[in-house]
């Protein structure tokens, strides 16, 4: 039992699961595996609480989507190049006083509320009381400086602020308050998916040091892109010198960039060993509790993997 997760009076009884998804950009397609786990062994989170790509994947999975139907929706998606770009091009202001409104033609244009909305699956509801487990999306508040816990409203809205990397999103106004990326205040929420749960399982993909015997220098967009995950890193290294997860999954993503979204097919080729690596970690935890798994029928289990 995590220190930070409030424990059940009854220890035989099915655990409450909390699940934390951080983020990291195309680095957070590996979270696919995590929650084919949880398909695979006929569980569901009793919670959700996610971080920019973290907070799409878990709006996702919270309106009942399975990890195959996510998986299906991801590579149509991200097809091709000139698939992606057409469905950027559609979230373009529909027109020229919202394009000066919105600051004209300068760093960070686009609209991260749109960008969401392009990109969730159709299934994925409007607004956060209509998904069928509770979820938290975490945004920072710009001008306070602090979290800021999204559990309410507007999903679109609210996943375009958790995801808003300044110098590519402009920040969300939503409900008065300026957002900027979660990642900032909080890159791997497992602390927020422990309340009122027994069990949290988070999935960290910032990634780890990448070697480098050139030596290059980064370009300056990779400088960026490679301090943002540096900061989150640091975050959670600090995090989890004070309190640790359950289970904490941390797929080998140091290899992909930030944007590599076009790559998904192969990130999630290559980080299949994830989807085991979660089972096992449940099924241990569970034994070790003495918990029931809701595991599913051998025909069901034949299908999934079918």
Same mark, same amino acid.
């Given at each position: ?5 409030? +424990? ?10 909390? %699940? ?12 696919? #595996? ?38 299906? #929706?991801?590579?149509?998606? %991200? ?16 027109? *020229? ?21 392009? *990109?969730?699956? +159709? ?31 507007? %999903? ?42 027994? *069990? ?19 370009? +300056? ?39 590599? *979204? %076009? ?25 070790? #509790? ?7 029928? +051998? ?8």
């Amino acid at each position: 039992m995590s220190e930070i997760a409030t +424990p059940s009076s009854n220890p035989s009884a099915a655990p409450r699961i909390g %699940l934390a998804l951080g983020g990291g950009g195309a680095r957070g397609i590996a979270h696919i #595996h995590v929650l084919q786990a949880f398909d695979d062994l006929g569980l569901k989170p009793a919670s959700i609480a996610g971080t920019s790509i973290g907070a799409l994947m878990g709006a996702a999975y919270a309106a009942g989507l399975s990890a195959r139907e996510i998986a299906a #929706h991801v590579f149509e998606s %991200l097809a091709n190049r000139r698939l992606v770009v057409g469905k950027l091009w559609r979230t373009r202001p529909p027109s *020229f006083a919202e394009f000066i409104a919105e600051g004209g033609l300068r760093l960070g244009q686009l609209n991260a509320e749109r960008v969401v909305a392009a *990109f969730l699956p +159709p299934r994925v509801p409007r607004r956060f009381e209509d998904l069928a487990i509770p979820l938290t999306v975490i945004a920072t508040n710009f001008f306070e400086g602090v979290e800021c816990e999204l559990t309410t409203g507007d %999903l679109a809205s609210a996943i375009g602020a958790s995801a808003a990397i300044p110098a590519v999103f402009r920040p969300v106004r939503r409900e008065g308050v300026v957002l900027i990326d979660g990642g900032i205040s909080n890159p791997l929420p497992f602390d927020v998916a422990a309340r009122g749960t027994d *069990f949290v399982v988070a999935c960290d993909v910032t990634g780890g040091p990448v070697a480098s015997g050139a030596m290059l220098l980064p370009t +300056p967009v990779e400088a960026m892109f490679g301090a943002s995950q540096l900061m989150m890193q640091a975050i959670i290294r600090a995090k989890l010198a004070c309190v640790k997860p359950d289970i904490l999954i941390q797929p080998a993503v140091s290899g992909y960039k930030v944007l590599d *979204f %076009l790559r998904a097919r192969i990130i999630v080729e290559e980080t299949a060993s994830v989807r085991e690596e979660t089972k096992r970690a449940i099924e241990a935890a569970f034994i070790a #509790h003495h918990w029931a798994l809701g595991r599913p029928s +051998p025909e069901e289990i034949a299908r999934t993997v079918a």
